[in-house]
């Protein structure tokens, strides 16, 4: 079997089975940020393939060599609904829902780690370099080590990293840490989390921690160097430039405004129907301001995209259920025949159409009570193209510290936000331009394939 000089390890392969058994590349952003990279080199990548059960061989697709990881209907209940997804998710999110701790969850998550580092070790040739994905696969750094000690092994993690107190909670905290101290270099999105890292790794084993990296020491007495940095992930931003840019994506902004009824402003909020986005926060304000007279449905309707997202895990299905009233009541108290406070979707849709709601949008509202870094908000900056608009950007996402000119909110502080809103309702067009194009300047300077280019250098500079 042909083995690759650079693998990545997520926890999904980069493509999605169409009805008729084909493959098609996936949408998501790590996808376009890797594909650069994966084309160069001819690389592997190790994921499941997303549907239980799937048993399939190894397969080329577009260049890149695809390893498919099996995964059974217990598996993904246990190790990705359960372990990933309601133990890590939670906990590391600042336990906005409550984490649920199970030692049959958690068993089949050293299971499954160790299944994709078996594969990884299988797939990677004598001394590649191999890039592990995210809060899934948090043991697979230190087992493939172990496996294959000639790699040089990174790890990026998507979410935040929480201050110890949080941390602390999780009956395997010294597995997770041992896990991940297998890479040479663990990147994260903000300076902080790293910082959380790295007192975690000093509170549990005394190892000392400095800017140029984790000293680990080894059984046979010599140590071994773990770079723990900031790596904020970015977007391909000139792939917004061009489609805000479409003429027929204009236009379809001009429609969605007039379908709107044409308010004065419109206000935007995409995400993934999550607890930590802070949507019922947001409608909170936003209904606040309808029932104080601040705003009327007349001058402003809210959009609010939740995409569907691990519907059979319990807390999703609940979140669903209250937003879902909150939307209902807020529309029944104040939607005229002509007029709706707010047009909820629960639905994906095409980029396409999603940069036309960036075009239709005045304003963009990301709330989020913990986000890793919030890729929305920096999508809809790189697609204002007429340097209009306004961001209102959560302190507690990750952009908000590369994003200092958007608005920023506490979405905790109810008054604070629904004063925010009206900051940004009534902002004059040229502080909108002013701050809109700091805000643009930055993010197409900091571009994804910065992001994925400054990872593997200090990748490669860890290379013996
Ligand atoms: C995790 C971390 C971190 C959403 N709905 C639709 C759609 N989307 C796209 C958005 C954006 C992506 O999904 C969501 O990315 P975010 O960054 O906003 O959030 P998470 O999904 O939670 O991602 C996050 C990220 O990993 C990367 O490291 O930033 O903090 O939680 O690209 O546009 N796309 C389409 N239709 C939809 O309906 N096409």
Same mark, same amino acid.
């Given at each position: 079997?042909?083995q690759?000089?650079?693998?990545?390890?997520?926890?999904?392969?980069?493509?999605?089975?169409?009805?008729?058994?084909?493959?098609?590349?996936?949408?998501?952003?790590?996808?376009?940020?890797?594909?650069?990279?994966?084309?160069?080199?001819?690389?592997?990548?190790?994921?499941?393939?997303?549907k239980?059960?799937?048993?399939?061989?190894?397969?080329?697709?577009?260049?890149?060599?695809?390893?498919?990881i099996?995964?059974?209907?217990?598996?993904?209940?246990?190790?990705?609904?359960?372990?990933?997804?309601?133990?890590?998710?939670?906990?590391?999110?600042?336990?906005?829902?409550?984490?649920?701790?199970?030692?049959?969850?958690?068993?089949?998550?050293?299971?499954?780690?160790?299944?994709?580092?078996?594969?990884?070790? !299988?797939?990677? @040739?004598? %001394?590649? *370099? +191999?890039?592990?994905? #995210?809060?899934?696969?948090?043991? /697979?750094? $230190?087992?493939?080590?172990?496996?294959?000690?000639?790699?040089?092994?990174?790890?990026?993690?998507?979410?935040?990293?929480?201050?110890?107190?949080?941390?602390?909670?999780?009956?395997?905290?010294?597995?997770?840490?041992?896990?991940?101290?297998?890479?040479?270099?663990?990147?994260?999105?903000?300076?902080?989390?790293a910082?959380?890292?790295?007192?975690?790794?000093?509170?549990?084993?005394?190892? !000392?921690?400095? @800017?140029? %990296?984790? *000293? +680990?020491?080894?059984? #046979?007495?010599?140590?071994?160097? /773990?770079? $723990?940095?900031?790596?904020?992930?970015?977007?391909?931003?000139?792939?917004?430039?061009?489609?805000?840019?479409?003429?027929?994506?204009?236009?379809?902004?001009?429609?969605?405004?007039?379908?709107?009824?044409?308010?004065?402003?419109?206000?935007?909020?995409?995400?993934?129907?999550?607890?930590?986005?802070?949507?019922?926060?947001?409608?909170?304000?936003?209904?606040?301001?309808?029932?104080?007279?601040?705003?009327?449905?007349?001058d402003? *309707?809210?959009?609010?995209?939740?995409?569907?997202?691990?519907?059979?895990?319990?807390?999703y299905?609940?979140?669903?259920d209250?937003?879902?009233?909150?939307?209902?009541?807020?529309?029944?108290?104040?939607?005229?025949?002509?007029h709706?406070?707010?047009?909820?979707?629960?639905?994906?849709f095409?980029?396409?159409?999603?940069?036309?709601?960036?075009?239709?949008?005045?304003?963009?509202?990301?709330?989020?009570?913990?986000?890793?870094?919030?890729?929305?908000?920096?999508?809809?900056?790189?697609?204002?193209?007429?340097?209009?608009?306004?961001?209102?950007?959560?302190?507690?996402?990750?952009?908000?510290?590369?994003?200092?000119?958007?608005?920023?909110?506490?979405?905790?502080?109810?008054?604070?936000?629904?004063?925010?809103?009206?900051?940004?309702?009534?902002?004059?067009?040229?502080?909108?331009?002013?701050?809109?194009?700091?805000?643009?300047?930055?993010?197409?300077?900091?571009?994804v394939?910065?992001?994925?280019?400054?990872?593997?250098?200090?990748?490669?500079?860890?290379?013996?």
């Amino acid at each position: 079997m042909s083995q690759a000089d650079f693998v990545v390890v997520a926890n999904r392969l980069p493509v999605d089975r169409d009805d008729d058994g084909g493959w098609r590349r996936s949408p998501g952003g790590l996808v376009t940020a890797l594909e650069p990279v994966m084309r160069k080199t001819e690389g592997a990548w190790v994921g499941w393939a997303g549907k239980p059960g799937l048993e399939l061989e190894p397969f080329d697709f577009e260049g890149t060599h695809l390893v498919p990881i099996t995964l059974s209907a217990d598996e993904v209940q246990n190790y990705y609904e359960g372990f990933s997804n309601d133990t890590i998710w939670p906990l590391y999110h600042d336990v906005i829902a409550a984490p649920r701790y199970r030692r049959v969850w958690w068993d089949a998550y050293v299971d499954v780690n160790r299944r994709f580092a078996e594969a990884s070790a !299988t797939a990677a @040739a004598e %001394g590649a *370099t +191999v890039w592990v994905q #995210d809060y899934q696969l948090q043991l /697979v750094p $230190a087992m493939l080590r172990r496996m294959r000690p000639d790699l040089t092994i990174g790890y990026f993690h998507h979410i935040p990293f929480p201050a110890y107190g949080l941390f602390s909670q999780l009956p395997w905290r010294r597995q997770v840490i041992e896990g991940l101290l297998g890479a040479d270099v663990v990147g994260f999105q903000r300076v902080a989390d790293a910082g959380n890292f790295a007192r975690a790794v000093r509170r549990q084993f005394h190892y !000392t921690t400095k @800017a140029s %990296g984790i *000293t +680990v020491p080894l059984e #046979d007495g010599s140590t071994r160097n /773990v770079l $723990a940095k900031a790596y904020p992930i970015s977007i391909d931003a000139e792939s917004y430039i061009e489609l805000a840019q479409r003429p027929d994506i204009q236009a379809r902004a001009k429609e969605i405004r007039e379908s709107l009824g044409n308010p004065k402003t419109v206000m935007l909020g995409v995400d993934r129907l999550d607890y930590t986005k802070g949507i019922r926060h947001r409608l909170k304000a936003f209904g606040e301001l309808l029932e104080d007279g601040r705003l009327s449905v007349e001058d402003a *309707t809210l959009v609010q995209v939740a995409s569907p997202s691990r519907e059979r895990v319990e807390a999703y299905i609940q979140l669903r259920d209250e937003i879902e009233l909150t939307v209902g009541r807020i529309n029944g108290d104040f939607d005229t025949m002509d007029h709706t406070a707010i047009r909820y979707l629960h639905q994906a849709f095409p980029r396409e159409e999603m940069v036309a709601l960036y075009l239709a949008a005045d304003v963009m509202l990301v709330t989020a009570l913990r986000d890793g870094m919030n890729l929305v908000a920096k999508e809809y900056v790189a697609s204002r193209i007429d340097n209009r608009g306004v961001l209102l950007l959560s302190e507690f996402a990750g952009a908000a510290d590369e994003l200092g000119s958007a608005i920023r909110i506490n979405p905790h502080d109810i008054d604070g936000m629904k004063d925010a809103i009206m900051r940004a309702v009534e902002m004059p067009g040229t502080e909108q331009g002013r701050r809109m194009r700091t805000l643009r300047r930055r993010v197409l300077d900091h571009d994804v394939s910065d992001w994925s280019k400054s990872f593997l250098e200090a990748l490669a500079a860890a290379k013996r």
